[in-house]
């Protein structure tokens, strides 16, 4: 799974790079007992963005992205349960749902409500993208319809 970040990250360019970097660092607040939202950006920004991992160097990421995107998908989180839970099946609860998509289902429903300087179509595609990096087909698959249905509610 290693490879295939590394492929997306040298490809995406520093704003890609950010959003795989939010759906992993919000995936470590969710792990964490008790999770320090401003000790999690801090190590990223001076730590992971950009570093040689495994051997492979990583493109540096929009640190200012990846703050803005991290803070307002932790923070608001309550808010993107509210918002993506009526999209979910009635066997499938929010608290159900694997935490790298849950991750990613807050990063991009804050993106699609409060970045509306960055297009519906590539906030979809960029968080699709992050999650082929961690799942098959089926997982992306469902990232694209709940983000596509939710940017048709919040972008009118």
């Not at 520093?14 to 959003?19: G, I, L």
């Not at 804050?110 to 990096?133: C, F, K, Q, S």
């Amino acid at each position: 799974m290693a490879q295939q970040r590394n492929k997306q990250n040298k490809q995406g360019g520093p704003r890609s790079a950010a959003r795989l970097a939010v759906v992993q660092a919000h995936y470590q607040l969710l792990m964490a007992d008790e999770p320090k939202l401003e000790l999690v950006t801090k190590e990223y920004i001076d730590h992971r963005l950009g570093a040689e991992l495994e051997g492979e160097q990583f493109v540096d990421a929009d640190a200012e992205l990846f703050s803005d995107i991290l803070k307002g998908s932790w923070e608001r989180r309550q808010e993107w349960r509210d918002l993506i839970e009526p999209y979910l099946s009635k066997e499938w609860s929010f608290d159900r749902l694997d935490k790298i998509l849950l991750a990613t289902l807050c990063a991009g429903s804050y993106e699609l409500v409060a970045r509306i300087d960055v297009p519906a179509a590539v906030v979809i595609n960029e968080y699709v993208d992050v999650t082929h990096g961690f799942y098959e087909r089926a997982e992306a698959s469902f990232i694209n319809s709940i983000l596509d249905k939710l940017s048709k509610d919040v972008r009118q």
